[in-house]
């Protein structure tokens, strides 16, 4: 594992909002190709965390460099290689899927040939064909988490963001969507993922656990437990978070 | 470039597959061009009038019938006294009310010299003032119809008369709607491209697409040229039918250069759409937007120069109607469709659009934020 | 009840907790007041014009004179000739012309008569209709001035007297209309919105499963609203009273009492669009692209409405706000009591409840 390169790396990373403090000097390194789980209870800060990290928010102390590039001051050439799909569903509603799917590739500058290709591989992938000219908005949501995700890698960014993707998803479509990420990661992309979902922490090589801003642990899963010394995840998490004093 | 292509190919997406909006742009604007007009009338005419006649000499229904006669009054009775001649008014059933006294036409051939008197309700001062100035002047020919009656046989005492001899240019029949169609067209283009930026990037930040937008890699400038041209074609094409509309339904064709008022026109949507999309970079959800939107509609269309004249309003007031786009753009259309103007004649308007275009869509650049 | 009081305090704390929106919704109808109260007027005033001279002599001079010590007037100096006239009109730069013919005073002492052309800009023909008949009285003067030792023998003059706004200032005629038109915005687009928001949100389907009349909840959305609109009513009149010297002529509780009537005729107004809706987006431009103009224009207090085509009036009699500003004036202005306007207030009530049935009824419509 020390051996290779960290492609999100972290040092104190902190932010404040007033007397608030979201994040709290979080420091901790990604590597590539990994799949990292990003845990906390909610309002622990998680997403402000990743909303740093994918350059929409700027930190208020600490340092970090994403892909290599610093996120205070190279926060376009980060957006170049990275991909995100956010808790809130972002796609388009009142377009269609394969217009979804071109709009957004197209902005992040694939052409036309790559466009075609490209889309037509996804929407086969997905078992969309008979759904590619309908409107974002008829699709169940575990379709749309799916082509969401997709979306969010067509351009093949070396690290790819995932807020909570898997919310209110059935369980079949949930390890689908995990064979998704899988796959993702095999071709090179490294994954950054936050959930709720402890089984899921458990498919993740590397987690995180964030309380009340701070990061209390890191490791793999079955580090984590040995530490803890507790059978699941879920007891881990439980030690963790009911110390925590913000929360909903 | 081929960012811009993909960013217009969504957003024409986007406004076509929303028929509702779509019809609401196109078909609102057009009924009340057509409509509007008809009610905006102000050409004083009507005005309701009764009479308190205490002389009942033939002098006196002489002056009334020629007071009826002249078209703006309509006589709404003789009431008995001025009191409850003041109760008509109070109801609302007189605008006005003259007063002859007992004893008009003896004393006035008696003594040569008598007094009428008018009560005007003067809550709406255009039509008081314009109600009492018709009155007054009937009231003139009828003195000067006395004196020819009495002095005929002293005709040449050396009396100088000045006569007034008045035209009326650019609208020789004085018709209102000339005046009043093509300022509700400014209004309308203001709303339309106004409304619609203003709450077009508040409800990709309300449904939260705009975070997906704001991690890609795309610059400012071509995301909000991708929102400011749809609309612009958009505004062209409600203006565009706006005039066919009123060519056809009012018979208002542009006299001067119609290159000179697209010209314009193309430059004041850019000022409005910055406008617009600089208020929806300030907020957080479209109500909001849509709030502040109706705060600055309010005071542009009526401080617009539209209902009431720029001319007469205090100093400060004036000045203020000068950071007021759609003052310019008021003027500028009834200069072009009424006066005929061209290039020459709107070009120190057209500079001033321009520095509003410039400023507001620069800073609506700079204060969209995709980092926060 | 209780669970009716629950409501409304939920929806209070929304409109509360929305600051900006709360600022602008208490800002926007003072901010509007004090403008429109001192800046609109029907007035006709410092109109600028150009006197062209071909003349030059005593008469000329004197009737210039005349011209510019009233304050209707500004005589622009730049502008001599015949020629540069065109321009000037075109450019928009004046709005009359006065041209003296040469010989000007020698006509009207050897002949005893002389004319003046007066040319006026007729693109808006009532400021042309006013001026012009604003020069001829200034000319008028003058001549009855000229003639001052003849004596002209049976004079009539008119003693003009202007009722309740003797300045003719445009405050008495705008507040009233300016309060029913943003009462009458604010509380529609408010309701409307509101409710639409949370259909689009689907928290409106969290609400309808409780086990609280649906028609309950949309009234509670209300309520918060009706007291908001009432506070905006009450700084609008205490703006008019203290800073632009409108005073109340009738009876403050009437006014009051006639207020929160025409407010809940918008609130159901708001309610029945927002019913109707599907979007925020459509309730917006419905309430405001379509209503602003025809609020502004129908209501009166813009165009005379016995001008109008008489399919319009008719249409006149169905916008709310052509009665609120009718109320408004007469109890402000006139010192009217509720016996000059009861008329006015039934018509209010009764659509009020036209609107509350109709949208009683859709909604049940939509439950189904």
Not at chain 2, 305 to 333: C, Q
Request: a positive charge; aromatic letters at 10%.
């Amino acid at each position: 594992m020390t051996h290779r390169e960290p492609v999100i790396s972290a040092e104190k990373l902190t932010k404040r909002f007033g007397d608030f403090i979201a994040t709290n000097e979080i420091t901790f390194e990604v590597y590539k190709g990994e799949i990292f789980g990003f845990l906390g209870a909610n309002g622990a800060g998680k997403t402000t965390a990743m909303r740093m990290l994918c350059g929409l928010s700027i930190p208020s102390s600490g340092r970090a460099t994403i892909a290599g590039f610093d996120i205070y001051r190279q926060t376009e050439q980060i957006k170049r290689h990275i991909g995100y799909m956010s808790q809130k569903f972002s796609l388009y509603e009142d377009l269609t899927v394969l217009e979804n799917i071109r709009f957004f590739g197209g902005i992040y500058g694939l052409d036309n040939h790559q466009l075609k290709s490209k889309s037509e591989v996804l929407i086969e992938r997905l078992g969309l064909q008979a759904e590619r000219k309908k409107l974002v908005g008829e699709l169940p949501l575990g379709w749309k988490q799916k082509l969401a995700f997709s979306v969010s890698i067509l351009h093949e960014p070396r690290i790819v963001f995932l807020d909570e993707p898997t919310g209110g998803v059935d369980p079949v479509t949930r390890r689908q969507f995990w064979a998704m990420i899988y796959e993702a990661a095999e071709s090179g992309i490294t994954v950054f993922v936050t959930t709720h979902y402890m089984d899921e922490a458990e498919y993740c090589n590397r987690i995180s656990i964030m309380v009340d801003g701070r990061i209390n642990a890191l490791g793999t899963p079955g580090e984590l437990k040995r530490q803890f010394n507790e059978p699941s995840m879920d007891g881990v998490f439980y030690q963790l978070a009911r110390g925590a004093k913000r929360g909903d | 470039m081929r960012i811009l292509k993909f960013l217009l190919q969504k957003e024409f997406r986007q406004i076509f597959r929303n028929r509702a909006i779509l019809a609401l742009i196109l078909v609102m604007p057009v009924m009340q061009l057509i409509i509007l007009p008809l009610a905006a009338d102000y050409e004083v005419k009507n005005i309701n009038l009764s009479v308190v006649d205490h002389d009942h000499s033939p002098y006196s229904r002489q002056l009334v019938s020629k007071i009826t006669a002249s078209g703006y009054f309509r006589l709404q009775g003789y009431p008995a006294s001025l009191k409850e001649a003041y109760h008509l008014i109070e109801q609302d059933k007189a605008d006005l009310t003259l007063e002859i006294p007992r004893g008009f036409e003896r004393e006035l051939i008696r003594d040569g010299h008598q007094q009428l008197f008018i009560a005007v309700n003067a809550i709406n001062g255009t039509k008081a003032g314009l109600g009492s100035a018709y009155l007054t002047r009937i009231l003139r020919d009828y003195n000067e119809d006395i004196r020819m009656e009495w002095m005929t046989p002293t005709r040449f005492q050396p009396v100088s008369t000045i006569e007034v001899v008045p035209s009326n240019r650019f609208n020789p029949l004085l018709n209102y709607q000339f005046f009043m169609v093509p300022g509700i067209l400014a209004i309308l283009l203001t709303m339309v491209g106004g409304f619609l930026s203003a709450l077009n990037i508040v409800k990709e930040k309300e449904i939260g697409t705009i975070e997906q937008i704001n991690v890609t890699p795309i610059k400012k400038h071509h995301f909000i040229l991708g929102k400011l041209i749809p609309f612009w074609v958009l505004g062209n094409v409600v203006f565009t039918v706006g005039l066919l509309v009123s060519w056809v339904i009012y018979g208002i064709f542009p006299q001067g250069s119609i290159s000179a008022m697209y010209g314009f026109v193309g430059i004041y949507l850019l000022a409005v759409l910055g406008f617009g999309l600089l208020i929806s970079t300030y907020t957080d959800t479209q109500q909001q937007a849509m709030f502040i939107m109706f705060f600055f509609m309010m005071i542009f269309i009526l401080m617009g120069g539209l209902f009431t004249s720029i001319d007469s309003m205090p100093p400060w007031a004036k000045a203020l109607s000068r950071l007021n786009p759609v003052s310019y753009l008021v003027e500028v259309m009834r200069m072009i469709v009424l006066k005929g103007s061209g290039w020459a004649d709107v070009f120190p308007h057209l500079c001033a659009m321009l520095g509003f275009a410039v400023i507001l869509n620069g800073w609506a650049t700079l204060n969209y934020r995709k980092t926060n | 009840m209780k669970q009716f009081i629950t409501f409304v305090k939920k929806e209070f704390f929304h409109v509360l907790r929305d600051r900006r929106t709360l600022l602008i919704l208490f800002g926007m109808p003072l901010a509007q007041i004090l403008i429109f109260g001192f800046a609109l007027t029907n007035e006709i005033k410092n109109a600028r014009i150009i006197v062209i001279d071909q003349a030059k002599d005593e008469a000329s001079r004197r009737i210039t004179n005349r011209l510019a010590a009233s304050n209707y007037f500004e005589i622009q100096e730049d502008v001599m000739d015949q020629n540069r006239m065109e321009a000037a009109f075109k450019e928009g730069n004046i709005k009359l012309a006065i041209v003296f013919p040469a010989q000007f005073r020698n006509d009207l002492i050897h002949q005893n008569h002389a004319q003046i052309q007066v040319i006026a800009d007729a693109s808006d023909p009532n400021t042309a209709t006013t001026l012009t008949s604003y020069v001829s009285s200034i000319i008028q003067d003058y001549q009855t001035e000229l003639n001052e030792g003849n004596g002209l023998p049976y004079r009539i003059t008119p003693e003009v007297h202007m009722l309740y706004n003797p300045q003719l200032k445009g405050a008495p005629n705008f507040v009233p209309g300016v309060m029913a038109l943003v009462l009458m915005l604010v509380s529609v687009m408010m309701t409307a919105i509101s409710i639409v928001r949370e259909k689009e949100t689907g928290t409106m389907e969290v609400l309808l499963v409780s086990p609280f009349k649906p028609m309950w909840v949309i009234l509670a959305k209300a309520v918060p609203y009706l007291l908001l609109s009432l506070v905006n009513v009450l700084s609008i009149l205490s703006m008019s009273v203290w800073v632009l010297q409108l005073p109340v002529a009738g009876s403050w509780l009437l006014l009051f009492a006639e207020s929160t009537l025409f407010i809940i005729t918008c609130l159901t107004l708001g309610i029945f669009i927002s019913i109707k809706a599907q979007s925020q987006q459509v309730a917006m431009l419905i309430s405001l692209m379509g209503m602003l103009l025809p609020t502004m224009m129908f209501s009166g207090f813009m165009f005379p409405i016995e001008n109008m085509p008489m399919p319009l009036q008719v249409f006149s009699n169905i916008v709310p706000a052509k009665w609120f500003y009718i109320i408004v004036k007469s109890i402000m202005i006139k010192g009217v009591g509720l016996e000059g306007i009861w008329k006015e207030t039934l018509v209010l009530c009764g659509i009020t409840l036209f609107f509350f049935l109709i949208s009683l009824k859709s909604f049940k419509i939509r439950l189904e």
